[in-house]
């Protein structure tokens, strides 16, 4: 373990992943409504993942505590630069999670996102 994927508040090592997303925001923090698949669609580019959850860069502010579904919109392999167009149209790729941290991101604008997988 190095100090790039694993600190003191973290359970599990994260890794460099890199993902075109879709994220739906369906739950505020605070309010008991559903997932909804009409509430707040946008792209988001992941950065890492790990056994609990993720991280990647929004162009929304979201909230601690919101409930997301997200599916890869587009998978970038590394190795070769290939890609996986359509992913998201397999639904056993949706993820739910919960947004644990966010902060804005002073390089270009958007919000880095920490969210942990749902039970």
């Not at 605070?30 to 609990?52: K, N, W």
Request: aromatic share 6%.
């Amino acid at each position: 373990m190095t100090s790039e994927t694993r600190d003191n508040r973290r359970n599990f090592d994260r890794f460099p992943f890199s993902a075109r997303l879709e994220v739906r925001v369906g739950r505020r923090s605070g309010h008991r409504a559903p997932l909804d698949p009409a509430i707040d669609l946008m792209s988001a580019d992941a950065f890492d993942v790990s056994v609990s959850g993720f991280g990647f860069r929004s162009p929304l502010p979201l909230a601690v505590g919101d409930v997301i579904a997200v599916t890869l919109a587009e998978l970038r392999l590394v190795d070769d630069g290939t890609s996986l167009a359509g992913a998201h149209d397999d639904p056993d790729l949706e993820i739910r999670a919960v947004v644990r941290h966010i902060r804005p991101d002073a390089t270009d604008g958007r919000w880095v996102v920490g969210a942990e997988r749902a039970g």
